[in-house]
């Protein structure tokens, strides 16, 4: 099983990206997938985390400007960045509980936001 993030960039302040996350391998069900962040000498924060049946929740930091969503048929989670502002800038993680042989937490390899004018 692996989780492959794509999308990110550079971007203007007040820009917008979308971030997608895909499982793929021996996959039979995938329960929550999140997206978490790192800023340079900053621990890892959660960002945004979408159950399988569609509930949502958001850090504070993002709430009103991020969209978390996912598709349970492709197994493939987004997660649309709106009104960016610097503090944004961090490399971005997916994160997903996923069953194949059994309960596992997988992680993505990480994708690089730069907001910055």
């Known amino acids: 099983v692996q989780l492959q993030a794509s999308g990110g960039g550079l971007v203007q302040p007040g820009g917008s990206l979308r971030l997608s996350c895909a499982a793929s391998?021996?996959?039979?069900?995938?329960?929550?997938m999140d997206w978490y962040r790192q800023a340079p000498g900053k621990q890892r924060e959660l960002v945004a985390t979408?159950?399988?049946?569609?509930?949502?929740d958001y850090a504070d930091s993002v709430k009103g400007r991020f969209i978390i969503s996912r598709d349970n048929v492709k197994n493939t989670m987004y997660l649309q960045m709106n009104k960016l502002i610097p503090e944004d800038t961090a490399v971005y993680y997916c994160?997903?509980?996923?069953?194949?042989?059994?309960?596992?937490?997988?992680w993505g390899q990480g994708t690089q936001v730069t907001v910055s004018s």
């Open positions: 994160h997903a509980e996923i069953r194949s042989s059994s309960w596992s937490d997988y």
């Open positions: 391998g021996s996959i039979v069900r995938i329960n929550s």
């Open positions: 979408v159950s399988r049946v569609g509930s949502t």
